[in-house]
C-alpha cells in the first residue's frame, strides 16, 4: 500500500452494503438535476422552432431575451437550488452514519498517524469516489426520464406540446447533473469529515463516538415511562444534532408548502373553467338579439357536445339597502342551469354562498366580489319594482380581464329570473363546447348555419388544458420527489443516531431491557425530531407560502386572497409522521439481529 489513500477503494468494497444509501442519495441528486435542466432544454428547442416556423429566423439575443426561455431557466435555476439543499442535507446525514459506524477506523488511523487533516481528505476523497459510480448512473436515469416526459407530453397531452423534441441529449443537463453531483457531495462531506477528525484514539477504543460531556442531568422520567424519557433525552441532549435532525425534517415541509402555492398559481395563471367554450357566437351590437331556437339547432349538430347561452343588461339603475340610496348603474348576467352547476364545480364561489336559491324563478341571485366590493351576502339591491337578494358571490369577476370589479357591480341570475326582470327571452352570447373528436368540416357546418348578423369565434386553438396538465404534472411530480426526500431523511437520520449510539444500546440491554422497550426508545427519539421539526417546518413554511403568494398571486391578480393551507399542512405533517414510524423499524431490527455482546462491540 503505497498511500494511506489506497484504502479507499478498499474501504467501499468492505463497505459496500453500508454504502448503498449514500449512494442512492447521489444518484437522487444527480438524476432530478439532469432532468430539470433536460426538460428546460427540451422546451427552449421546442419555443425555438415555433419561433422559427412563425418568423423565419432568430437571433440569439432574440432567444434570450424571449420570455418563454427565461422562465424555463429560471424555473430551473431554482429548482437546482432547492435540490442542492436537499441533496446536501441527505448526502450528509448518510455520509454522518457511515462515520459513526466507523469510529474505530478513524481512531485507528488516528492511533498509526494519520492526522486529522489527513482524515478530513480521506472522507471526503471517499465520498467523491463513489461519485464514478452514481454519478454516471444518475445522468442516464435523468436522460432516460427525460425521454419518458418529452414522449409522454408529445403523444399525451399533445397541443403546443406537439413540437416537443424525442430522444435527444441535453449537453446543458449532462453538465448539470455532474456539477450538482460533485458540488453537493463536495459540500456534504465536509461536516462528517470534520466530524471523523475529531475522534480521538480514547474515543475509538471506547467504542462510543457520543460526546457526553455536556449531559448535565439525567433523563426525566416522572411523566414518561424510563424508555420513552430516554429517547427524548437522546434526542434534545446533543444540540447540534438535534438542529440537523430537525432541519431535515423542517425542510420537507417547507418545500411541500412552497409548491403547494405553484400548484394555486398554475390555476390562477391557466383557469380551467367547466363552462369553457370552443366556439362562441355574439350579437355584433352586444346585444339580445340571437334567436333562442338556435341553441336547439345547434345542439343536434355532429361535433356538439353542450351548448349554452346568456343573457345580458348593461347600465341599469338600482337601489341598495345600505342607506336606501340610488347606486351607480349595475349589469345583469343571465346563467342557465349548466353555467350555474360549473360554478360549483369549478369552487368559484365564496364561503356562505348558497346556489341553490338562485336556479328557476326566484329573487335571489349572485354577484361577482374582489377585496373592495360594497356588498355581502344578504344584501338587497332594488331593482324597478323587483327587490333582490345576494344568496352568494363569485370569488372573483369573471367579466374582467385581470378578475377585479374595478368599483363595478355585476349580478347574476338564472335564465328564469332574468327574464322576468328584463323581459327578453333571446340571447346576446351562444357558447358550444366541442367533442374531442370534432373536425374543422363540423365547425365549417356549424359556422354555415349561423346567420351573417352574428360573430362566429372559433376558441379551440386557445385551450390551455395540455399547458395546464403538463404543468400540474411536473409540480405534482416534484412533490412526489420531496416525499421520498423526507422518507431518505429521516431513515438517513434515524439510523445515524442509533448508530452513534450502538454501544449504550447494548449496554442498556445487558442491563434487562428488552427488545420492545429498546423499540420504545427509539420510537420516542424519532417523534421528538418529528415534532420538533413539524413545528419549525410550519412556521418558516406557512411565512414562505405567504411571501410566494404576495408575490406570485396577489402581485398580479389582486383579488386573491391567502388562506392558511390547511390540507396540504395536515397531508404533510400526515406523511412526516408515517415515515417517522416506518424509520422506526430499520434500526430496530438491526439492534434486535445483534447479540448483547456483539453489540457492546460495535463500532
Not at 31 to 55: N, P, Q, Y
Not at 92 to 118: D, E, L, P, Y
Request: overall charge neutral; aromatic content about 8%; proline content about 2%.
Amino acid at each position: 500500500m503505497k498511500s494511506y489513500l489506497s484504502l479507499i477503494p478498499i474501504s467501499a468494497k468492505v463497505h459496500r452494503r453500508q454504502n448503498r444509501m449514500t449512494l442512492l442519495c447521489i444518484i437522487f441528486a444527480v438524476f432530478l438535476v439532469t432532468a430539470v435542466f433536460s426538460m428546460a432544454e427540451m422546451g427552449v428547442r421546442m419555443e425555438t422552432t415555433r419561433l422559427l416556423d412563425k418568423h423565419g429566423s432568430l437571433t440569439l439575443q432574440e432567444m434570450s431575451s424571449n420570455a418563454t426561455v427565461q422562465t424555463f431557466y429560471s424555473i430551473a435555476a431554482v429548482l437546482f437550488l432547492l435540490i442542492l439543499i436537499a441533496g446536501v442535507l441527505m448526502i450528509s446525514s448518510s455520509i454522518n452514519s457511515n462515520v459513526a459506524q466507523r469510529t474505530k477506523f478513524f481512531g485507528m488511523m488516528r492511533c498509526i498517524g494519520m492526522s486529522r487533516q489527513q482524515i478530513v481528505r480521506f472522507v471526503r476523497l471517499e465520498a467523491l469516489n463513489w461519485c464514478k459510480t452514481a454519478i454516471p448512473i444518475g445522468v442516464i436515469l435523468g436522460i432516460v426520464i427525460t425521454w419518458g416526459i418529452c414522449a409522454a407530453l408529445r403523444f399525451f397531452v399533445g397541443g403546443e406540446f406537439s413540437d416537443i423534441p424525442l430522444f435527444q441529449i441535453s449537453t446543458i443537463g449532462i453538465l448539470s447533473g455532474i456539477i450538482m453531483g460533485v458540488v453537493t457531495v463536495l459540500i456534504a462531506a465536509s461536516s462528517p469529515a470534520k466530524r471523523a477528525a475529531k475522534v480521538s484514539p480514547i474515543t475509538a477504543v471506547s467504542g462510543n463516538s457520543e460526546d457526553t460531556n455536556n449531559i448535565q442531568h439525567a433523563a426525566h422520567s416522572r411523566f414518561f415511562k424510563i424508555e420513552t424519557a430516554l429517547g427524548i433525552h437522546h434526542a434534545l441532549s446533543i444540540k447540534k444534532n438535534l438542529m440537523l435532525m430537525t432541519s431535515s425534517f423542517a425542510l420537507s415541509i417547507i418545500l411541500f408548502l412552497s409548491f403547494s402555492v405553484f400548484i394555486e398559481f398554475i390555476g390562477y395563471l391557466m383557469p380551467q373553467s367547466s363552462n369553457t367554450s370552443d366556439i362562441n357566437i355574439s350579437s355584433n351590437d352586444g346585444s339580445n338579439s340571437i334567436d333562442s331556437q338556435l341553441l336547439d339547432v345547434i345542439s343536434g349538430m355532429q361535433g356538439v357536445e353542450r351548448v349554452f347561452g346568456r343573457r345580458s343588461k348593461f347600465d341599469i339603475p338600482a337601489e341598495l339597502n345600505k342607506g336606501n340610496l340610488l347606486s351607480s348603474t349595475i349589469d345583469i348576467i343571465s346563467y342557465d342551469e349548466f353555467d350555474l352547476n360549473s360554478l360549483i364545480k369549478d369552487k368559484q364561489l365564496r364561503k356562505g354562498s348558497d346556489i341553490s336559491e338562485v336556479y328557476g324563478d326566484s329573487n335571489y341571485v349572485l354577484t361577482t366580489w374582489d377585496k373592495d366590493s360594497p356588498l355581502k351576502i344578504g344584501d338587497k339591491i332594488r331593482i324597478g319594482n323587483e327587490e333582490l337578494e345576494i344568496a352568494g358571490m363569485l370569488k372573483n369577476d369573471p367579466f374582467s380581464s385581470d378578475g377585479s370589479t374595478n368599483g363595478k357591480i355585476t349580478i347574476i341570475t338564472s335564465g328564469e329570473t332574468f327574464a322576468r326582470l328584463t323581459g327578453l327571452t333571446d340571447y346576446s352570447l351562444i357558447m358550444v363546447q366541442t367533442t374531442r373528436d370534432a373536425t374543422d368540416e363540423d365547425v365549417a357546418a356549424i359556422r354555415k348555419v349561423v346567420s351573417e348578423e352574428y360573430a362566429f369565434s372559433d376558441r379551440r386553438d386557445q385551450r390551455t388544458t395540455s399547458t395546464y396538465i403538463a404543468f400540474l404534472f411536473f409540480v405534482y411530480g416534484f412533490l412526489a420527489i420531496i416525499t421520498l426526500v423526507t422518507v431518505l431523511n429521516i431513515v438517513n437520520s434515524l439510523s445515524m443516531s442509533v448508530s452513534s449510539r450502538i454501544k449504550q444500546y447494548g449496554v442498556m440491554r445487558a442491563v434487562g431491557m428488552d427488545e420492545h422497550q429498546l423499540t420504545k426508545m427509539i420510537a420516542a427519539e424519532a417523534f421528538t425530531y418529528a415534532l420538533s421539526g413539524c413545528i419549525v417546518g410550519c412556521v418558516v413554511g406557512l411565512s414562505l407560502s405567504k411571501l410566494l403568494y404576495d408575490n406570485l398571486i396577489t402581485a398580479h391578480f389582486n383579488y386573491a386572497v391567502w388562506d392558511i393551507p390547511v390540507i396540504p399542512i395536515m397531508i404533510i405533517i400526515l406523511f412526516v409522521f408515517v415515515a417517522a414510524s416506518a424509520a422506526i423499524y430499520i434500526p430496530s431490527k438491526r439492534i434486535r439481529n445483534i447479540s448483547v455482546s456483539e453489540t457492546i462491540n460495535q463500532l
